[in-house]
């Protein structure tokens, strides 16, 4: 029987990144989209047609693609920013997808692997859903993910703003979600909501 693919969506600053703990706590395979876009921009290929695109501006001091600056482009409220970005997407999406497929791949011959979990931001507008058997939306109200980003990441309700314009809608993401879980609160909290959410799919601890 294969095993179970589960992918992780929320809004930003949810605390999708604890939910996923909770699940490998619990003997699932992680894989984060936000590591596979860094594998990505590594890419010689990849980091050729952005410097192609972007110019040499874009690299950082070690000679990568920085993250930082092309964020400054892609989330620049402008038509600009807006085709920037689908252009980097466009670009390092079907990298992604293919990772993610080769990590499922593995984590299905592995017997320590009792499922996968995919975090992944922009895991509805890829279309890598359509891999996933659950997808999970992470709940957590507006003013705690605010505080967690301007704590973890330094953000501002400006920042949060910008890049959840980029992504669909909240309401949307919650309504293409096949369950939900409460991450408000304290991680050991979300530890047992996902203890009993395995429990539902025939996955007890």
């Known amino acids: 029987m294969a095993k179970?693919?589960?992918g992780l969506i929320g809004g930003i600053g949810g605390g999708k990144s604890t939910v996923a703990a909770a699940f490998a706590r619990h003997g699932a395979k992680v894989v984060s989209g936000d590591a596979l876009g860094h594998?990505?921009?590594r890419q010689s290929d990849i980091k050729a047609r952005l410097v192609e695109r972007w110019g040499t501006d874009v690299l950082d001091e070690a000679?990568?693609?920085s993250r930082r600056k092309v964020a400054g482009i892609v989330f620049a409220k402008t038509p600009h920013g807006r085709a920037e970005l689908k252009a980097l997407e466009t670009l390092v999406h079907p990298y992604i997808g293919r990772r993610f497929r080769e990590e499922a791949a593995a984590a299905e011959a592995d017997p320590s692997v009792r499922l996968v979990v995919l975090?992944?931001?922009v895991l509805l507008e890829a279309g890598w859903d359509g891999v996933c058997d659950r997808v999970v939306f992470v709940d957590a109200p507006r003013a705690v993910r605010l505080r967690r980003l301007a704590e973890g990441r330094g953000?501002?309700?400006k920042d949060l703003e910008d890049r959840?314009?980029?992504q669909l809608t909240l309401a949307e993401k919650a309504a293409r979600a096949t369950d939900v879980v409460d991450?408000?609160?304290a991680p050991e909290e979300v530890d047992r909501r996902v203890d009993a959410l395995l429990g539902r799919w025939g996955l007890p601890s």
């Open 119 to 121: 975090d992944a931001a």
């Open 63 to 65: 000679g990568e693609i």
């Open 164 to 166: 959840e314009n980029a």
């Open 155 to 157: 953000w501002g309700a």
């Open 39 to 41: 594998e990505a921009l």
């Open 4 to 6: 179970l693919i589960v």
């Open 183 to 185: 991450n408000s609160g």
